[in-house]
T-cell receptor
Framework: EPEVTQTPSHQVTQMGQEVILRCVPI?????FYWYRQILGQKVEFLVS????????KSEIFDDQFSVERPDGSNFTLKIRSTKLEDSAMYFC????????FGPGTRLTVT | AQSVAQPEDQVNVAEGNPLTVKCTYS??????LFWYVQYPNRGLQFLLK??????LVKGSYGFEAEFNKSQTSFHLKKPSALVSDSALYFC?????????????FGAGTRLFVKA
């Protein structure tokens, strides 16, 4: 069964550093998403992406965040200058109608 | 604005007993409703969805959910719980009428099934 994959599974970075989280969505899906889940809290929508552009974003998704689909398979989330409060689990999802989620990348900012 | 409420942080049930995990929602238009399950250190797994049609929807692992428009609820149910059902369950909603892509998740309900 096709699935969304994410790399790395765990990323540790220092405050102020740039990180890129990578996702490979399900191949025939056209809609892509990033969510985050701070430890013990709810899953929060960050951004949706369709037709090579952002279709919707939340107030969390500020200028420090960007997304890109650099080729036909990858979908990335970049955080330019990480802050301690960016520490969270980041989930990628893709969809036709139902969103299917990847296993997540645990980002730890020290 | 869209919102989802899961009023119980935790639900405890004995194996073999029926379980219910509650969810209520608020959207301005027609809801597109989902349940997801999260096992420890894992991603979110899709269980079931409701768009239109029969109010009782069946999903994976024997779970079902009942859409109640008048009560704006979408409770998750299973007739006979298994220990392996112990996990964190999230209700989620999209507003079909706004055409937006954003899915709003509830805070989650932790289900403990005791042997």
């Amino acid at each position: 069964e096709p699935e969304v994959t994410q790399t790395p599974s765990h990323q540790v970075t220092q405050m102020g550093q740039e990180v890129i989280l990578r996702c490979v969505p399900i191949s025939n899906h056209l809609y892509f998403y990033w969510y985050r889940q701070i430890l013990g809290q709810k899953v929060e929508f960050l951004v949706s992406f369709y037709n090579n552009e952002i279709s919707e974003k939340s107030e969390i998704f500020d200028d420090q965040f960007s997304v890109e689909r650099p080729d036909g398979s990858n979908f990335t989330l970049k955080i330019r200058s990480t802050k301690l409060e960016d520490s969270a689990m980041y989930f990628c999802a893709s969809s036709e109608r139902v969103q299917y989620f990847g296993p997540g990348t645990r980002l730890t900012v020290t | 604005a869209q919102s989802v409420a899961q009023p119980e942080d935790q639900v405890n049930v004995a194996e073999g007993n029926p379980l219910t995990v509650k969810c209520t929602y608020s959207v301005s238009g027609n809801p597109y409703l989902f349940w997801y399950v999260q096992y420890p250190n894992r991603g979110l797994q899709f269980l079931l969805k409701y768009i239109t049609g029969d109010n009782l929807v069946k999903g994976s692992y024997g779970f079902e959910a009942e859409f109640n428009k008048s009560q704006t609820s979408f409770h998750l149910k299973k007739p006979s719980a298994l220990v392996s059902d112990s996990a964190l369950y999230f209700c989620a909603v999209r507003d079909l009428n706004t055409g937006g892509f954003k899915t709003i998740f509830g805070a989650g309900t932790r289900l403990f099934v005791k042997a």
